[in-house]
């Protein structure tokens, strides 16, 4: 989002002064116009061979997509010299001299430049291939077009017609030669498509012959319809000859060029021999689009005479060859001439007197296509007009030499006249006219009065004074506009300015028909209107017309915008504004009447649609307020007065009267109107820091302070985006600095800090001193307890600002860093406040999820009922005290002690953790390292500010990270000083969370190498981007690295979200990669440099306790953080340096009391033991030597027995973790060990050599552990058991086997075993419990968690060894540990089992009295037995399924060869899931050819098997429990706890099948024992023995039959009956199917044919079962009855039908007869009785359509 940009918008857009702009330019050059008719012209023959006349080309452009001409005519003569010469020198009316408008081209150029042009320059603004390039030859009058045309149409190439036609052009010339006659015309393409590329490779099409009847432009049109269809084409006759042309682009710098007006443009030479180029003037079209203000003086009016009807006049007796001079005059008396404007044609004067059209051979009606251009005067009045005067061409010399009568060439056939202006304005478009006999003087005055009267001269008409001529005008004008509104408007102007006296009711009129004005007109005359209105607006007398002029404006600026042309607004206010002057007396200053004028408009009841277009580009108008300020001030000379004296009250008022009235609008209009209200709040922030520049600053922060007071907390997105956004542009002031300060800022230390006032929390008092920067971080405090994106956008604009300061060289210097580093210093209280939310270690390889945070962010959205409670700010924003309730709803943690608001955050954090969790695999870190919140903590503590809860919910990676980055930029700015005042005003758990922020540093900013970067890269979908400097220098001067600044911090993109305007290639990644690495160096480097300011200043308060104490835990934590982190070689330098130190100051941390401090140490110094570089080898194991000699020395030279156990601890875990030491470079690090103890000389004569060999000896037997984990990380099973046989060797030393225990936890958890890794911890916990009991410290040892699990009794082999010297368990060791089990048995869903744990830690509670614990702990039980019933009900807990695992081949499973165990799964896994496990990872072990899986469950003969396989068998077991056992495992968890036995059944029969008829079934059914109980601290358990029955086929039977009748038994029992269950039961016993389900045991064995096969016992015992059978199914069909709904009645029926049957048959079976009517003593005496009994009405639905039958399994 724009907020979040890093925007310099204190440097504006680039604007650049209004200029002259051209569309697509080309540059046309004429090369050679040939026909094939050829000879040479000179009187003696010599000479080239020519064209045997001249003829004449003009060129101009056709768009036959708009139908139109869209340039002027390009005239063009090629005509040979010796040609030129066939026509005599121009009779005298014509030859004009250089005209009245030449005198100033004169100057510059010689008239011989311009006199044949050959190149032009056309320009098109729109250019698409519709575009024509035509070309009209013309050739000196001679006669009709066919005539002249035939001798050149004929392919005979012959000498005779060449010199004939000679002949008769010669003779023509000499006569006629003034006049031409249209002759041919060509056309060829421009352009390839709409961007403008030319086609140079079209060429001219042929040359056709002129229709007379075809010649207007019209007609040109047409023919360019039909261009491109040869067939249409091919109709026209054609001349032979070719026109050669050739056309280019127009390079930037063209040289050598005149413009429309013949003024030459820049880079001109003025040598005579220069080839000069013409401009053509492009007739752009009337849209706003295309339009642009006008910079260039044109003034051209383009004359063009269309037709005449002459055929029915009578007024002349001949009028044919007509010819129309065209003149413009400046008046109509007698001896007036025509003005000299009129532009010349090749080879004559440049401007001449008139100009003749194209003249038709005998045609009464001609049409022309001529245009006349005409250079207008400056000024126009009534006067001017065109005059045409017609004459009749005598083609036809009198050759008779007999007749004496002077040879007449024209006569005169009438005249007309047009008047230029009309109302002021150029009379343009066409227009026809009536044609006059005669022209007396004063013609113009001529008026019809009607009735056949006149005024004016007597004048004789043609033709009744029809409209005969028909002419169109086209003006190209910068000084007069064809817009009647805007000519009224600038004629009121003009009358205005020369003092005319005019009625303020009629500009007001005017100004509102401006918004009537055409878009095009508009833009062209942009400067001009816009300096008008502001004129206007000083000198109004009414605020009417104020507003007026404000509307026009608005509109104007309106209209430009939605044309997409608002940088024309943009040069008029940077380059065309200017400010009227002022005049005292007058009191008028734009800036002040445009105040007001725009407060009038947004008041609430004017016009919405305009202040909405004002409020949607306010920008115009604040920019003219500013500029208007500035040059009022500079003008008047008020610069260097006091800023509260340079502007009047009178404009203070009006400024806040426009803010306040403009606010509104802002925060009630963003819904509907969303734009508007984003472009007012930026223009009006811009408008404000602008503001700091020239007015009163305290005013200004006024003006701040209130508009901050009319946002409030829980306002909408749009309203925080506006608010950021305002602050962000206000806080860009250049000035930024100083305005915060309230004291000088000078070089070097202003005072010492210990004097300055610090504040490291938002007081009133910080606020008052520091305007700006206060109210900035108070409102990113609160946003902080805002929903996410609130959240974002006011860190954004907060490190944004900071990156800014960075990287200003004006407060370079350190004294200056630290100085600004104070403005921030408030921002340690807000983080420490939100520390538990910026609390996140684990970094997310990939950006936060958006969905978990949009539920959160809904879960606290403002109920709607209670918006009442959002209270009315007062207008004093710094009023911190909120209403507490209200912080409370928005942030969702109610405050606790009301009961009004909804507690909406209350969600239990447990309560998510379903029977289905997805358990959280994995951390990176190892688990002790990781931050243990317990989940079972029900609400996490959250620091409260003041008297306002805080929210609790974490911020995602990216608000983190750029929190901290401000966090450690003022960290490194500060100066010393500062920090120690800080620490000492900080209260001790402030000091605390200050350090844990520092850790969260290093885990947010840790390095993660360049393939994740690079994956990363690809990875990322596109993500919001700050966009900041990619390229800051990476600098790094000074040794200690220390003073870099935190620049590039600016340059690393939020949380690895890379950005993707970079693309993904090696060197992007690697730039990448550098940033991060240099930032994770930097944030290092500082957090050391905190560190070690801190150890020295405190030493007392961490030597506590033998620098047991929490704070010495703290900062220890932050070390560790350090030395886990990827660091770099340079940094790990400083680390190893700052841990010496550390070791050096604080010797009784690490040797006495409790291990863990000196453990952490040497697991991390142990890694780095491994390293890749040998330089970090080398000093780890310095610094690991230097810790064993330290120990040495502190026991006063006796022993290190300390960190002896705690090395082999450490190494044991890296192996555990398999990091993979043992390798060559850990056997370096230990020699590097050994080879110091040798050569220390100071403890030469004592054992401490010896004792570090035998360590280092010690250690490579425990790598000899690792070879075997390697080759087992794959197989979770037996990388456990390796795990667990060396835990079991370690029985003699409690902390190893400890370590052990715990690895095996986190391989459970990474796997989700998390029963398993509960266990583990139960384990450890009777481990140290048994500890304790021994050392009498503790009463009860690991015999109390007999309850819990049996195999317990490992844990009581401890024994007393060396290994006992340096334990240091303690009941607070325990108490940990227990909690730990606590929270595993409940993520394992054991819930059961909690309390027994809790049962060893209440009393210590109890004893300590700690009520708040134990308030907790009941809590935790209390929601553990809700869990309990909860589960109990659903049934929807899943503790495990079993299976029977055998492998076989001795070749491959060696040692487990022939072994079976008992493996447990998770949930409900399928025997195929365990299976394909099995089968892949033993697949990938001996190669996938190697392995096969047995299907058969039955016992395997391993000779029977190819030794060239593996061989497994994956059987599916249940846990096996007799009927005794059963009695006392009553619920559904004490069935699937520590159960040992497991039992399988197998089908077969006699004869050697599988399966067989009822009767001959047997089964074999297998009991398995395991050596211990599940769960246990494995998945897997080796088989102890095997048990086998094997049940004869009446045994299967009465087994199968009571299974049946449990079953039944069961469903009718359970309190919400299961009914789809039921009748499912119910179809498979009473549909009665011959071959199938209980009757075919009943004939099987019952009937008398077969009752003396088997035993009587057992035929009894069946017969019983039969009954109980019975009697269950009548059971049921009666629960089933109460239950159903009549939709089921019938299917109730049919089942009582078949029931009745099945008893019937079974009676006959049985010979226990019983007849439904009366009752027998029976053996089933209840079976009736049930049917009697069933009645009531059904209830309940059930599943139709299910298949009635069951089969014997």
């Not at 989002?1 to 004429?30: M, N, T, W, Y």
């Not at 010599?46 to 006349?53: H, L, S």
């Not at 009295?1409 to 809590?1419: G, I, N, S, T």
């Not at 044919?1649 to 059971?1675: H, I, M, S, W, Y």
Request: hydrophobic share 35%; net charge neutral; aromatic share 10%.
């Amino acid at each position: 989002s724009d907020a979040q940009k890093l925007d310099f918008s204190g440097i504006e857009p680039e604007i650049k002064p209004f200029e002259e702009k051209f569309g697509k330019r080309i540059h046309v050059k004429c090369n050679d116009l040939a026909f094939n008719l050829q000879s040479c012209v000179a009187e003696n023959e010599e000479g080239p061979t020519t064209n045997v006349e001249p003829f004449f080309i003009t060129l101009s452009l056709f768009d036959i997509k708009n139908n139109r001409k869209i340039s002027a005519d390009f005239h063009v003569d090629l005509n040979h010299p010796s040609v030129r010469q066939m026509i005599t020198s121009t009779p005298p009316q014509q030859n004009n001299g250089w005209g009245d408008c030449s005198k100033q081209i004169q100057n510059v150029i010689h008239e011989t430049m311009l006199q044949y042009p050959k190149q032009g320059i056309f320009s098109v603004t729109c250019p698409h291939p519709d575009i024509f390039l035509v070309a009209r030859i013309e050739k000196v009058l001679q006669g009709s077009i066919t005539h002249c045309a035939e001798p050149y149409m004929k392919s005979t190439d012959s000498s005779k017609v060449a010199q004939k036609v000679l002949k008769n052009a010669k003779q023509a010339c000499h006569r006629l030669g003034q006049y031409r006659m249209p002759f041919a015309w060509a056309a060829r393409t421009l352009f390839k498509d709409t961007m403008g590329t030319l086609d140079k490779s079209a060429r001219f099409s042929a040359l056709y012959k002129q229709d007379s009847n075809k010649l207007s432009n019209e007609d040109m049109l047409k023919f360019l319809v039909d261009f491109r269809k040869p067939e249409k084409m091919a109709k026209l006759p054609v001349i032979l000859g070719n026109l050669d042309v050739t056309i280019d682009n127009v390079a930037p710098d063209f040289p050598n060029y005149v413009n429309s007006s013949y003024i030459p443009m820049k880079q001109f030479e003025t040598n005579s021999k220069t080839a000069v180029t013409f401009e053509v003037e492009e007739f752009v079209p009337c849209i706003p689009k295309h339009t642009q203000p006008f910079t260039i003086y044109n003034n051209h009016l383009y004359v063009y005479p269309k037709q005449l009807k002459y055929d029915s006049q009578k007024s002349f007796a001949k009028a044919r060859n007509i010819a129309i001079s065209v003149e413009f005059r400046d008046s109509d008396e007698e001896d007036s001439q025509p003005l000299k404007c009129i532009y010349g044609r090749p080879g004559g004067p440049i401007f001449v007197r008139n100009a003749f059209a194209t003249v038709l051979h005998h045609q009464q009606n001609p049409e022309f296509y001529d245009e006349i251009k005409v250079e207008l005067p400056t000024q126009l009045h009534e006067k001017h007009h065109l005059l045409f005067t017609f004459y009749h061409v005598s083609c036809d010399s009198s050759s008779k030499g007999t007749t004496k009568k002077k040879d007449v060439i024209e006569m005169q056939v009438g005249y007309a006249w047009l008047p230029l202006l009309k109302d002021g304005r150029v009379v343009i478009n066409e227009q026809h006219m009536p044609v006059s006999f005669n022209l007396p003087p004063g013609y113009l005055s001529y008026q019809e009065l009607g009735m056949g009267k006149h005024s004016g001269p007597e004048i004789k008409w043609v033709d009744g004074a029809k409209q005969l001529l028909k002419i169109s005008t086209h003006l190209v004008s910068t000084v007069y506009s064809q817009d009647q509104h805007l000519n009224n408007f600038f004629q009121y102007c003009q009358k205005t300015e020369t003092g005319v006296q005019v009625l303020g009711n009629d500009l007001v009129k005017y100004l509102k028909s401006l918004h009537a004005m055409e878009g095009h007109v508009m833009i062209a005359f942009l400067p001009t209107i816009l300096n008008q209105l502001f004129r206007v607006l000083t000198r109004a007398t009414q605020e009417e017309v104020a507003v007026n002029v404000t509307r026009v404006m608005i509109h104007v600026v309106s209209q430009c915008h939605e044309e997409g042309l608002e940088s024309y607004l943009r040069s008029y206010v940077k380059y065309v504004y200017k400010a009227e002057p002022y005049i005292a007396s007058e009191y008028k200053t734009v800036h002040e009447e445009l105040t007001k004028a725009m407060t009038t408009i947004l008041k609430p009841s004017a016009d919405f649609l305009t202040s909405n277009k004002l409020l949607k580009y306010s920008w115009f108008f604040f920019e003219v307020l500013i500029k208007s300020m500035a040059q009022h001030l500079i003008e008047n000379g008020k610069v260097k007065l006091l800023r509260n004296q340079r502007f009047p009250a009178s404009y203070h008022h009006a400024v806040e009267t426009l803010v306040n009235m403009l606010m509104p609008h802002i925060t009630q209009k963003y819904k509907e109107n969303p734009e508007a209200s984003k472009n007012a709040n930026h223009s009006l922030a811009v408008f404000i820091k602008r503001c700091f520049t020239f007015m009163d600053r305290g005013f200004v922060f006024k003006q701040i302070n209130n508009y901050i007071s009319c946002f409030a907390p829980g306002d909408p997105k749009a309203l925080f985006e506006f608010k950021f956004e305002f602050l962000r542009v206000v806080c860009n002031h250049e000035h930024y600095i100083p305005l915060n300060l309230p004291m000088p800022f000078g070089k070097g230390r202003i005072q010492r800090y210990q004097d300055l006032q610090l504040d490291f929390s938002l007081t009133d008092e910080f606020c008052k001193n520091h305007f700006v920067v206060g109210l900035l971080l108070r409102e990113v405090g609160n946003a902080l307890q805002e929903f996410r994106d609130a959240r974002q956008i006011a860190i954004g604009v907060l490190k944004n600002l900071m990156i800014k300061h960075s990287s200003d060289d004006r407060y370079s210097s350190r004294s200056q860093e630290a100085r600004t580093a104070t403005l921030y210093l408030p921002l340690f209280g807000l983080l420490i406040e939100n520390v538990q939310r910026i609390n996140v270690k684990d970094v997310s390889p990939f950006p936060v999820n958006q969905s978990t945070n949009a539920a959160k962010d809904e879960l606290i959205s403002l109920p709607p009922g209670n918006v009442t409670l959002t209270p009315q700010k007062s207008g004093n924003t710094l009023d911190t005290h909120l209403h507490k309730d209200l912080f409370g709803v928005i942030s969702g943690t109610a405050s606790p002690h009301t009961s009004s608001t909804p507690n909406i955050n209350y969600v239990k954090s447990a309560d998510s953790r379903g029977s289905l969790i997805s358990t959280d695999s994995g951390n990176s870190l190892p688990e002790r390292n990781s931050d243990k919140s317990n989940s079972l903590d029900k609400n996490q503590q959250c620091g409260s500010s003041g008297n306002s809860m805080v929210r609790c919910d974490k911020l995602d990676q990216a608000e983190i990270r750029n929190l901290l980055m401000c966090f450690l930029h003022i960290l490194k700015s500060m100066s010393d000083d500062a920090l120690f005042t800080y620490w000492n005003k900080a209260s001790t758990s402030e000091v605390m969370d200050f350090f844990t922020i520092s850790e969260v540093c290093l885990h947010q900013f840790q390095y993660m190498g360049k393939r994740y970067i690079a994956r990363n890269q690809e990875g990322l979908g596109p993500i919001v981007h700050d966009r900041k400097s990619q390229t800051l220098p990476v600098s790094r001067n000074r040794t200690g690295l220390m003073h870099a600044r935190l620049q590039q911090l600016s340059s690393l993109d939020n949380s690895l979200t890379f950005n993707h305007s970079y693309g993904h290639s090696d060197a992007d990644v690697l730039h990448q990669a550098l940033l991060e690495a240099n930032i994770a160096t930097e944030v290092c480097l500082t957090v050391l440099d905190t560190l070690s300011l801190f150890t020295m200043a405190y030493k007392n308060q961490l030597v506590a306790d033998h620098g047991h104490n929490p704070l010495m835990k703290k900062v220890f934590d932050v070390y560790i953080c350090v030395l886990q982190k990827n660091q770099s070689e340079t940094a790990l330098k400083n680390v190893f340096a700052a841990l010496r130190s550390l070791i050096y100051k604080f010797p009784s941390t690490f040797y006495e009391g409790r291990a863990d401090m000196c453990a952490a140490l040497c697991y991390e110094i142990l890694k780095c033991c491994n390293s890749k570089l040998s330089t970090i080898r080398t000093d780890a194991s310095q610094l690991l030597y230097f810790l064993m000699r330290n120990n040495f020395d502190y026991t006063g030279k006796k022993s290190f027995v300390r960190t002896h156990l705690q090395v082999i601890i450490s190494v044991s875990q890296l192996i555990a973790d398999v990091v993979g030491i043992g390798g060559t470079r850990f056997q370096q690090s230990l020699s590097i060990i050994n080879n110091c103890a040798n050569s220390d000389r100071l403890i030469k004569h004592t054992t401490f050599s010896s004792d570090v060999k035998d360590l280092t000896k010690r250690i490579r037997t425990v790598l000899m552990a690792t070879a075997q984990m390697k080759e087992h990380e794959n197989d979770p099973e037996m990388l456990v058991d390796l795990q667990y046989s060396l835990a079991k060797s370690y029985a003699s030393t409690p902390e190893l086997r400890k370590t052990w225990l715990d690895s095996m936890a986190r391989i459970h958890v990474k796997n989700g075993d998390l029963s398993e890794a509960a266990m583990c911890y139960v384990h450890v916990a009777a481990l140290v419990a048994e500890y304790l009991t021994r050392k009498g410290m503790f009463r009860q040892g690991c015999t109390t968690f007999r309850v819990i699990t049996p195999n317990i009794e490992e844990e009581a082999s401890m024994m007393e060894d060396v290994g006992m010297q340096d334990v240091h368990f303690n009941e607070d060791v325990l108490m940990e540990l227990l909690e730990q089990c606590a929270d595993g048995l409940w993520k394992a869903e054991r819930y059961e089992l909690i309390a027994d744990i809790y049962k060893l830690i209440i009393p210590i509670y109890e004893k300590r009295r700690d009520f708040e614990r134990l308030a907790h702990l009941y809590d935790t039980l209390h929601r553990a037995y809700s869990k309990v019933t909860e589960v109990m009900h659903t049934g929807k807990r899943l503790l495990g399924t079993y299976f029977r695992v055998a492998f076989f081949g001795q070749g491959f499973f060696e040692d487990e060869d022939g072994k079976e165990y008992i493996y447990k799964e998770p949930k409900l896994t399928p025997l195929s899931e365990i299976s394909q496990r099995l089968l892949k990872l033993y697949a990938d072990k001996f190669g996938s050819e190697n392995v096969k899986m047995i299907q058969d469950s039955g016992k395997v003969n391993p000779k029977d098997l190819d030794s060239k396989y593996a061989y497994i068998q994956v059987t599916h077991v249940t846990p096996y429990f007799e009927e005794k056992e059963l009695q006392e495992r009553r619920t559904e968890f004490e069935r699937s706890h520590n159960i040992r036995r497991f039992v399988f059944e197998m089908p077969f029969t006699l004869s050697g099948k599988r399966q067989g008829g009822v009767e001959e079934q047997c089964k074999r059914r297998t009991i398995l024992t395991a050596i211990h109980c599940f769960p246990y601290v494995k998945k897997r358990i080796p088989v102890m023995y095997q048990h086998h029955t094997d049940l004869n086929p009446i045994e299967v039977a009465i087994d199968e039959m009571s299974k049946k009748v449990a079953e039944l038994k069961q469903l009718c029992a359970s309190t919400d009956v299961d009914m789809i269950k039921l009748q499912l039961k119910l179809q498979g016993s009473v549909s009665v199917q011959v071959n199938a389900g209980p009757l075919a045991y009943a004939r099987a064995f019952l009937d008398d044919t077969n009752t003396k096969k088997f035993p009587d016992n057992k035929v009894k015992q069946l017969k019983e079962v039969f009954r109980q059978f019975v009697e269950a199914c009548g059971q049921a069909l009666g629960v089933n009855e109460r239950l159903i709904k009549e939709d089921q009645l019938e299917y109730q029926e049919e089942m009582k039908t078949n029931y009745r049957e099945m008893i019937r048959e079974l009676s006959d079976i049985m010979h226990e007869q019983i007849s439904s009517g009366e009752e027998k003593i029976s053996v089933m005496p209840n079976s009736l009785h049930i049917f009697n009994a069933i009645s009531g009405t059904p209830t309940s639905t059930t599943v139709h359509g299910i298949p009635s039958s069951s089969s014997v399994a």
